[in-house]
C-alpha cells in the first residue's frame, strides 16, 4: 500500500467519559469538565492527526483529561511529526491544522522553529473585536466547493464570506482570514436573544417578589446572588444587565436595565470567525477550506 501523502494534517482533541472506578489505578483517566456533563466519570483524552486529503488517521495518542490543550500541544507534536516526517511520500512542507484551544506563544515558537512546519489555526473574536467589527462590503465568497453548491442551488445569499489581511500575532506577520457565516450568524443571534429574554423575564419576576417583600426577597445581596445564578445557569455574562436596589422606610426596592452597548458588542462575534496561518502564499480559499475541514 502506497504511504499517504501528509502535506496537510488536521489535529483535534477530544475526551470521553469511561465507568474506570474511582479507586482503579490510572495516569491517563481523570475527573474533568465535559461536554456530556457526567463530571462525576473519569474521562480520557485523545488526540488524532489525519491526513487531509485521504481522510486517514495517521497517528493518535491518548492523555490525561484534566491536561489542556495547549499544554498538549508540544509533546503530542514532538512525537506526531517524527512519525509523519518518515513517511516515503511526505513532503518538505507539512502544514498542520489546529483549534484555538492551542494556541499559545510557546507553541508557534516551537512550530517557527521547525523550518518544515507550518500552521493554520482558528482565533478568538473576543481578542480580536475590531478585527471581528470589520463591516460585511470589504467581504466576497471565495470560490470554495460549499459555495458552488449553494450558487447551483439558488441561495447565494448564504454563501460563507471572506475577507482577508494580515497581522502580527505570536511575534510574527501572519496571514488573516476574516470569515462570515450568515447561516451560523442567524443561529447564533436568535439564541443570544432568547436568553437575553429569559433573564430580562427572569429579573422582572424578582422585582415583582421584591416589590411584594415576599421572604427570602428582602437582602440586596440575595437578589445580586440569584441574579449571578441564573446568567450561570444560562452562560451569559452577568453585565450585560445592570442592577440597582435600595432601602426607604417601605422597604427594598429594585430596578434593572439593559446595557445597549455591552449587548451589541457581544454580538459582533457571532457574525464572523478568524483563521490565522503562517502560509502566506496560500489562497485564501486554501486557507478557509483547511480551516473548514478541520
Known amino acids: 500500500m502506497e504511504a499517504p501523502k501528509a502535506d496537510c494534517l488536521l489535529f483535534d482533541t477530544t475526551n470521553y467519559y469511561t465507568i474506570v472506578t474511582g479507586n482503579t489505578p490510572s495516569k491517563i483517566a481523570k475527573r474533568e469538565k465535559n461536554k456530556a456533563k457526567r463530571y462525576s466519570l473519569r474521562q480520557i483524552g485523545l488526540g488524532l492527526l489525519i491526513a487531509r486529503k485521504s481522510s486517514l488517521l495517521l497517528h493518535c495518542t491518548a492523555y490525561p483529561s484534566n491536561l489542556h490543550d495547549s499544554k498538549l500541544f508540544e509533546p503530542v507534536m514532538d512525537e506526531m511529526f517524527d512519525i509523519v516526517c518518515k513517511l516515503h511520500w511526505t513532503k518538505e512542507r507539512l502544514t498542520v491544522v489546529i483549534d484555538k484551544g492551542m494556541n499559545a506563544e510557546s507553541n508557534y515558537s516551537w512550530i517557527d522553529d521547525h523550518a518544515r512546519i507550518h500552521f493554520v489555526t482558528t482565533y478568538s473574536t473576543y481578542f480580536a473585536q475590531e478585527l471581528a467589527a470589520t463591516p460585511l462590503d470589504h467581504f466576497e465568497p471565495p470560490d470554495i466547493p460549499r459555495n458552488r453548491l449553494l450558487i447551483e442551488d439558488e441561495k ?27 447561516a451560523t450568524a442567524r443561529k447564533k443571534g436568535y439564541t443570544f436573544s432568547s436568553k437575553l429574554e429569559t433573564i430580562r423575564q427572569e429579573l422582572l419576576s424578582m422585582q415583582t417578589k421584591v416589590r411584594d417583600q415576599l421572604p427570602q426577597w428582602r437582602k440586596a445581596n440575595t ?72
Request: net charge neutral; aromatic share 10%; charged share 25%.
Open 156 to 182: 447565494s445569499e448564504e454563501c460563507l464570506l471572506a475577507y482577508r489581511t494580515s497581522g502580527v500575532y505570536w511575534g510574527k506577520e501572519r496571514t488573516v482570514v476574516v470569515t462570515h457565516n450568515p
Open 223 to 294: 437578589i445580586k446572588e440569584r441574579y449571578l445564578a441564573l446568567c450561570g445557569r444560562l452562560h451569559m455574562p452577568a453585565e450585560l444587565f445592570e442592577l440597582t436596589s435600595s432601602e426607604s422606610k417601605n422597604g427594598l426596592t429594585m430596578n434593572f436595565r439593559k446595557n445597549a452597548y455591552l449587548v451589541s458588542r457581544r454580538q459582533v462575534p457571532f457574525e464572523k470567525n478568524i483563521t490565522i496561518t503562517d502560509n502566506t502564499d496560500w489562497t485564501t480559499e486554501d486557507i478557509v477550506q483547511a480551516s473548514l475541514e478541520r
